[in-house]
DNA sequence: TATTGTTATACTCTATAACTATA
DNA sequence: TATAGTTATAGAGTATAACAATA
């Protein structure tokens, strides 16, 4: 296939990273389906853990919603028993947010199953992957530059 | 970085790809803003063209949506100038809807746009480039597998 | 009778504005 | 007075059910 210059080279690359991508949501659509939560109910479990908590302020934040729609999806982590919230013990005006037991074991779920690697990349052999893990080398990115989007 | 077995470079490999995706995915939410439409109307115009048209039925179907969203939709590209229906030739009951002048002009911006391949990967020299793009050729799937589905 | 599409209606998710309780 | 969070309320987007037109 022609792909002469830089630009049209990395227009087709793109395409097929993104035509990948794109074919692959069925399966990520079937682990929310399956586990019985919706697209944001995942996003905002991602940003939560059963240690330290976050604040309402910081979840309205990083979910950029506004901070009565974060009132709103806490409460129905907490009526799923997914999250609870609790008094900050430096500030009685604010809450902490933390997963409970059911919702750590969720979110470890979610994750992994998310994060899967679709049945299209599976199929590759073990030269033709470690070729393309190499080539995806250059574009690592160490540190999370907005961990509130988990969706692409 | 060791990557032992198969499973473990596949994880690790589809991550490169997922969080160049999900680190690119405000690139595309600026060209939905730039251009004033949402999500949904993006993926409404992409399945729609400005020449033979699609029934309701269809454009349901693809959408994954009750008749009575499709309808509600379409009502608002039309209202948008975006859209318009037509009668069916062949069946009274049914309506084509085909892009207008300036839906079809919207249509070709958003995909020209939203396929674009994000800052990280024009970064890439080259060399490392090319071998992104071989190392993507055995993913290469002409087909569309499910044309409704236009997000990752 | 069956099918295509719309309308009436209700439910979910989102935001804005007013409010409560702290700081 | 300012800030963290909630509540009251309204709008956008979704679905279900009843309907109209046509096959």
Redesign the pocket.
Known sequence: MPADDHATLAADTWRLMFDLLVRSRPERDAVLARLGL?A?EYKALHSLDDQDGR????L?AEW?????????????LQRLDLAE?RV?PA??????VVLTPRGAAMRAELVRAMYAPPADLLRLDEAQLRALHEALTPLRHDRRVDSGTVTA
Chains 1, 2 share one sequence.
Do not use: G
């Not at 604040?55 to 910081?58: C, D, L, R, S």
């Not at 950029?64 to 129905?76: F, L």
């Not at 500030?91 to 902490?96: E, I, P, Y």
């Open positions: 919706t944001n604040t309402m302020k910081e309205a950029q919603c506004d901070a009565s729609t974060a009132t709103w999806t806490v409460d129905r919230r900050h500030d009685r005006r604010a809450r902490l």
